[in-house]
């Protein structure tokens, strides 16, 4: 490589005889040197065509359904004994939608469908590989088996054994445990912003 400004154009800034001679003498051996060249080499490598979600809650299953329909083997590994994760938490919406409702026709989607196996009561025990072609080791109701895949979706679920993640819906109780009634202009507790952790800026009853 051949740098003009630096090789050239500041070195011999103030000779204004050698400066337009230099060019062509530093660009010379890069020409030489290139015409010597020789490509690389390349292969293939075998790609695993499944995947790993891990998290069997909204996510998760969103995202097993949308690769089992596109046609890829997936395995689901959800930690409970249930899919479903915080969603089944939750009940309703602000717009009214039947999350009940919805949640049970998911499950029932990821159940029913070829290409999803569904792993309960499973925890990743141990990732080796590269990407194409991992193997993951999980222990599934404290049986331990091998699964091969070639990439790994984290699906919202929060494996292991810190206890340093928190839960979207926790969070405003850790950030705020006691809103006082300025904070929430009303008797009661309101929940903080998720995001900011702040009071949020809500009026029940008028």
């Avoid at 996510?59 to 969603?87: N, P």
């Avoid at 990821?110 to 590269?130: A, C, E, F």
Wanted: charged share 25%.
């Amino acid at each position: 490589m051949t740098n003009i400004r630096d090789q050239c154009s500041w070195v011999h800034r103030n000779d204004r005889r050698r400066r337009p001679k230099r060019p062509p003498t530093s660009c010379a051996w890069p020409w030489r040197a290139a015409r010597n060249l020789k490509a690389l080499g390349t292969g293939k490598l075998p790609v695993v065509q499944s995947a790993l979600v891990l998290g069997g809650g909204l996510a998760g299953m969103t995202t097993a359904l949308a690769l089992g329909d596109q046609g890829f083997a997936v395995h689901l590994c959800e930690k409970e004994a249930v899919l479903g994760g915080q969603l089944r938490k939750i009940h309703y919406t602000l717009e009214g939608s039947d999350v009940v409702g919805f949640l049970a026709e998911l499950i029932a989607r990821v159940q029913s469908h070829p290409k999803i196996t569904l792993h309960l009561q499973t925890k990743p025990v141990q990732i080796t590989g590269h990407v194409g072609n991992f193997k993951t080791r999980v222990d599934e109701a404290g049986k331990e088996q091998t699964l091969s895949h070639g990439v790994i979706v984290p699906g919202g679920g929060r494996f292991g054994t810190t206890n340093r993640a928190v839960p979207e819906r926790q969070a405003p109780r850790r950030a705020d445990p006691a809103p006082t009634r300025r904070e929430t202009g009303h008797e009661g507790e309101i929940p903080a912003s998720p995001h900011r952790g702040e009071a949020a800026d809500v009026r029940v009853g008028g």
